[in-house]
């Protein structure tokens, strides 16, 4: 089982900047890939930024420049540093995590999890 715990979430104002975290914890897994998605109301889930284990990162186009994604793997944590926010960046974040077992540097994913999310809102 993996349980992700996110935070950093809130209210700020346009061109403010909020970091969320992301701390997985697990007994029987390894995690690989992380990555921080988005919901905002009435619209459907959307991919924020990826990180793989071993750092490679990507970025949905609209975030690019703005939003870093980071990971610090001894804790298997992830975050997100949000920058310039917009109120378009209202949203519900959440995080996932690859888990999974190693054979060898062979990753055999098991499940993808799911944080509970955390609530973003920008004002203008």
């Known amino acids: 089982q993996v349980q992700l715990v996110e935070s950093g979430g809130g209210l700020v104002q346009a061109g403010g900047s909020l970091r969320l975290s992301c701390a997985a914890s697990t007994t029987i897994f390894s995690i690989n890939a992380m990555a921080w998605y988005r919901q905002a109301p009435g619209k459907q889930r959307e991919l924020v930024a990826t990180?793989?284990?071993?750092?490679?990162?990507n970025y949905a186009d609209s975030m690019k420049g703005r939003f870093t994604i980071s990971r610090d793997n001894a804790k298997n944590t992830v975050y997100l540093q949000m920058n310039s926010l917009k109120p378009e960046d209202t949203a519900i974040y959440y995080c996932?995590?690859?888990?999974?077992?190693?054979?060898?540097?062979?990753?055999?994913?098991?499940?993808?999890?799911w944080g509970q999310g955390t609530q973003v809102t920008v004002s203008s």
């Open positions: 996932n995590a690859h888990a999974g077992t190693y054979s060898g540097s062979y990753f055999n994913l098991a499940r993808v999890y």
């Open positions: 990180i793989t284990s071993g750092g490679s990162t």
